[in-house]
């Protein structure tokens, strides 16, 4: 099988965030990058797929030339290679995306193209449906489980509790969510190779968007006072005094 | 006129009420009409079961007959999905997990990122503005509920509108909470040290009638299946009453919790991020307080 991942570089934020003067950018300063979680997942999906069924991977992103970190961290896991669409640090929206991607891979063959559900950052929930249609291949998200059954795949979708079974013909994308496994570390000597990769980079147009980002806002939290209801063991009559105030038990 | 796609449960609720800010709306609905929709018209497309090229297909054709100004849906799983397709349909842009729209050319969005921790201000372009409604960022307010005109719809389809569809459904285990709809959720963080430490956590659910949930470490560690995690990679939840054992509260798991009406933390650490954002917390160490509430709680 031949497997395509996609995935996006993001900052790991902590627990407050700052904005840049300008009001349009995370203030990354202080802050390390990886992959979208979802993503992360994606390309563990892909190693297992292939190491089960053969074939090679490939891991796009599509970000500044700083983004070539988190390719290499995917190279570092045991993808084969990577591909850099690099942007001038100007975000691209979901359309400019999902066309930059399909202008990439369009003359290439893969039998699975993998998406996280969304990312970490913009949360589009978009990329993976318009990369599909404009390929022209079936397309399911939101997948925690994912085999591969002849020339076709077994995708299960997490839906009120029990799942949703589908069966898609390859080649297909398929966006995957966390939880589809446990990604793997990178080892050390795949860290080495991954250094010394050769990355295949070209520079996308951005489209005019479609959705245009004005400014970031940080939410402001509204105030809040706790109660202590007290502490240790000794705190649980009051515990089961406020269960019964609030009706969760009688 | 703005239309709604809607699905059973509470998030439809909540875009419904987004949407009546916006202008006169009209629901479409699959299989059959939800119930206290509070709208006047609802379209039923006649497809059952779920296919999100063909329901996207369906609302496509409605788009062209009715000529909507948007076309809004929950921010669900479907949601978004059939959105997309959708999108994809009409060659238009989509905002996802917006929490307000203010109608003009362009329309103006304020949108979730980071599953709410950061929002975005942006602009909507377009002929039909496509929109889903961030799960939990709007309080659905009830409508009148007069009885509303049902129109069945009968789809054109293309071919291949119906190539992914759900094949088959595995059912959950009869009688268990499930985490998104549980009236009573107890979560566990690093605090609850093992997957043993959990035995506590479904004692007390299962006294209140609850789910048991976790943090993003508790299923990385593996301590729980990822289908229990609160938070931005896993389940957001609405309780009346959310108790959070050992956890520290990072911006990624409040997220996940925001719906909750109450929030009672138990933590060792009074100066736990998760302290300053609840409602009730009790000090100290968990392994002797949920026993304790366990004890009160039988006698």
Known sequence: MEILVCVKRVPETGARITLTADEREIDTSYLGFTISPHEECAVEEALRLVEAHGGSTTVLTLGPAAAAEQLRNALAMGIGSGILLETDGEEFDPGATAAAIVDAVRDRRFDLLLFGNEAADSGDYQVAVRVAAALGLPCVTGIKGIEIDGGKAIARREASGGWEVYEVPLPAVISVKEGINLPRFPSLPGRLRAKKAELETSTPERRAPGLEKVRLVVPVEEPNTVEILGEGPEAAPRVVEVLKELGVVS | ?299
């Open chain 2, 1 to 299: 006129m703005i239309l709604v796609f809607v699905e059973p449960g509470d998030l439809s609720l909540e875009a419904l009420t987004f949407a009546r800010g916006l202008g006169p709306v009209e629901a479409v609905a699959f299989g059959s009409a939800p119930d206290g929709l509070g709208v006047s018209r609802v379209h039923v497309v006649a497809l059952d079961e779920y296919a999100p090229g063909a329901w996207a297909q369906s609302l496509a054709g409605l788009v062209e007959a009715l000529r909507p100004d948007a076309v809004v849906a929950a921010g669900s799983d479907r949601g978004q999905e059939v959105m997309a397709h959708l999108a994809v349909r009409l060659d238009e842009p989509m905002a996802a997990n917006c929490i307000a729209a203010t109608p003009g050319d362009p329309w103006l969005v304020t949108r979730q990122r980071w599953g709410g921790s950061l929002l975005e201000e942006a602009r909507l372009h377009g002929t039909v503005r496509l929109l889903t409604v961030a799960p939990h960022g709007v309080v659905a307010e009830p409508a009148a509920t007069a009885e509303p005109e049902l129109v069945s719809v009968t789809p054109e389809l293309r071919d291949g509108d119906l190539g992914v569809k759900v094949s088959r459904r595995e059912e959950p285990a009869a009688g268990t909470v499930q985490l998104g709809d549980a009236r009573v959720v107890v979560g566990g963080g690093r605090g609850v040290g093992s997957a043993e430490g959990f035995a506590a956590l479904e004692e007390l659910a299962a006294l209140l009638g609850g789910a048991v949930g976790g943090s993003r470490v508790v299923t990385n560690l593996g301590w729980r299946p990822h289908s229990d995690q609160i938070g931005q990679t896993g389940a957001r939840i609405a309780p009346d009453l959310y108790i959070a054992c050992g956890v520290s509260g990072a911006i990624q798991h409040m997220v996940g919790c925001k719906g909750a009406k109450r929030i009672l933390a138990i933590n060792k650490d009074p100066q736990a991020p998760i302290v300053a954002r609840a409602d009730y917390a009790v000090i100290g160490d968990l392994t002797e307080i949920l026993p304790a509430i366990v004890a009160e709680l039988k006698r």
